[in-house]
Nanobody, 126 residues
Framework: QVQLVESGGGQVQAGGSLRLACAGS????????ITWFRQAPGKERDGVAG????????YYADSVKGRFTISQDNAKSTVYLQMNSLKPEDTAMYFC???????????????????WGQGTQVTVSS
């Protein structure tokens, strides 16, 4: 079955908020890092925020600290990304990804993540 599915993207004006969700399955969710990446056209895929499932140890890219909050609902095998005070530069396709079991969240290099969702588009207008 599908491993990771993102939802919650959309189009908002600058200063608005969105909450993204990354739903996984139990056998691909626990004891690993789930990280949100984003990629805009012509740019590389960069890590945004991550969390090691089963713990409370979130991490964030400097560009989103104080604005984004990552959280988890382990009973639902879901990781959320609450995005507040959105800026036009946040516009990108957002992906969630998972490491293999027992691999941590750092560094946030895409090559360390073996499972990916299909992506959800976030567009922030100025």
């Amino acid at each position: 079955q599908v491993q990771l599915v993102e939802s919650g993207g959309g189009q908002v004006q600058a200063g608005g908020s969105l909450r993204l969700a990354c739903a996984g399955s139990t056998n691909t969710y626990s004891n690993r890092c789930i990280t949100w990446f984003r990629q805009a056209p012509g740019k590389e895929r960069d890590g945004v925020a991550g969390i090691y499932t089963g713990t409370v140890s979130p991490y964030y890219a400097d560009s989103v600290k104080g604005r984004f909050t990552i959280s988890q609902d382990n009973a639902k095998s879901t990781v959320y990304l609450q995005m507040n005070s959105l800026k036009p530069e946040d516009t990108a396709m957002y992906f969630c990804a998972a490491t293999i079991e027992f691999q941590g969240c750092a560094p946030m290099n895409p090559t360390r993540y073996s499972r990916w969702g299909q992506g959800t588009q976030v567009t922030v207008s100025s």
